[in-house]
């Protein structure tokens, strides 16, 4: 099975917050030095800071590197605000990834199977609802992110091999495995999947629509 190289060649900070994991790690010129993982939950802005500051030299890095979605609304956007803090104060870059390539990414370095070059990933949406992506080995996506219904996403996965802590909703679907991305996977995401900006993809419309102006009319 084809691996993916490291690219991420300076000490980055990678912030992983958008599922029920919290994570953390330092990646130097491709290695891993240290790493943190917890489930926590909602417990994101509680747990983050305590462990950036439990990392070798309080986490601080040339570079950092957080997962900007699609997730839980609300660890998406703590682990961005940290993200941007952390790299204004030290001076730094900060950049995004996706955690769908990054589970992806985990679960081909992970599988038994050879002959298995292609997998759907499956992560909890909101409202019903799951983030599906399916990627071929070298994580080149076979089409767009989705938001999907349990009936559409098991469609959608087909006899894919499938991965992602969404797997509950498709009780039919193949089998698979329950998982949540770890920041210390990120040593694993080629350069070009490491450079998207560091704000959030939610994956679906805002459940809040602004309202339209009333007519002159109807005043």
């Not at 997962?67 to 682990?79: A, H, L």
Request: net charge neutral; hydrophobic share 45%; proline share 8%.
């Amino acid at each position: 099975m084809t691996k993916t190289k490291a690219e991420i060649p300076m000490r980055t900070l990678v912030i992983e917050t958008a599922t029920a994991a919290c994570s953390v790690a330092l990646i130097d010129s491709g290695r891993v030095v240290a790493q943190a993982h917890e489930i926590v939950g909602r417990g994101h802005a509680e747990r983050l800071i305590p462990m950036i500051a439990g990392l070798p030299g309080g986490g601080r890095a040339e570079h950092v590197l957080v997962d900007v979605g699609p997730g839980s609304f609300t660890g998406v956007r703590v682990g961005i605000a940290a993200a941007r803090g952390l790299a204004l104060g030290w001076g730094v870059q900060v950049t995004g990834y996706s955690s769908l390539p990054l589970v992806a990414a985990a679960a081909f370095r992970d599988g038994r199977d050879p002959d298995i070059h292609d997998i759907a990933i499956v992560m909890e949406g909101g409202h019903g609802e799951v983030f599906m992506q399916a990627f071929s080995v070298d994580l080149s996506p076979h089409a767009e992110l989705a938001s999907l219904k349990p009936e559409a996403a098991r469609a959608a996965v087909g006899s894919l091999p499938a991965v992602g802590n969404g797997l509950r909703w498709l009780s039919d679907a193949p089998a698979g495995t329950e998982t949540l991305p770890d920041a210390a996977d990120a040593v694993l995401l080629p350069a070009a999947l490491t450079a998207l900006p560091a704000r959030p993809i939610y994956g679906r419309a805002p459940d809040a629509k602004p309202s339209l102006p009333k007519p002159a009319s109807a005043r």
